[in-house]
C-alpha cells in the first residue's frame, strides 16, 4: 500500500502565498512522478504542476510564474510554493504520485485533498 499525505493548505488573502507538501510512504521501489491537481465541485480535476524524478516540470499556463514545485527524492516528498494567490486559485488540491510499487508493476496514487481558499 501506498499513502500520499498532503499539508498546508488554508485561507489566504488575495495575493498571499501558501505552500503545499505531500509525502509518500509505503511500498515504494520508485517514484516516476509527483504533482499536484486541483478540482472545483462539478468540475473536472486538473493539472496545477508535476515534477518528475529527474526534475523536469510541466504548469497549468494559469499558474506559470506564480507557482513553483520542488521536490525532495530521498524523502519522496513533493512541496508546491503559491504565490500572488487569485480567488479563481481556491480548490481543493489533490497530491498525485505515479510509481512503481515493484520492479514491474506501476500506478497512480492520490492523496485525500486539502483546501485552498483564496478570499479577503
Known amino acids: 500500500q501506498v499513502q500520499l499525505v498532503e499539508s498546508g493548505g488554508g485561507l489566504v488573502q488575495p495575493g498571499g502565498s501558501l505552500r503545499l507538501s505531500c509525502a509518500a510512504s509505503?511500498?515504494?521501489?520508485?517514484?516516476?512522478?509527483m504533482g499536484w491537481y486541483r478540482q472545483a465541485p462539478g468540475k473536472q480535476r486538473e493539472l496545477v504542476a508535476t515534477?518528475?524524478?529527474?526534475?523536469?516540470?510541466d504548469y497549468a499556463d494559469s499558474v506559470k510564474g506564480r507557482f513553483t514545485i520542488s521536490r525532495d527524492n530521498a524523502k519522496n516528498t513533493v512541496h508546491l510554493q503559491m504565490n500572488s494567490l487569485k480567488p479563481e486559485d481556491t480548490d481543493v488540491y489533490y497530491c498525485?504520485?505515479?510509481?512503481?510499487?515493484?520492479?514491474?508493476?506501476?500506478?497512480?496514487?492520490w492523496g485525500q485533498g486539502t483546501q485552498v481558499t483564496v478570499s479577503s
Open positions: 498525485h504520485s505515479r510509481l512503481y510499487s515493484s520492479t514491474s508493476t506501476w500506478n497512480d496514487y
Open positions: 509505503g511500498s515504494i521501489f520508485r517514484i516516476i512522478a
Open positions: 515534477i518528475t524524478s529527474g526534475g523536469s516540470t
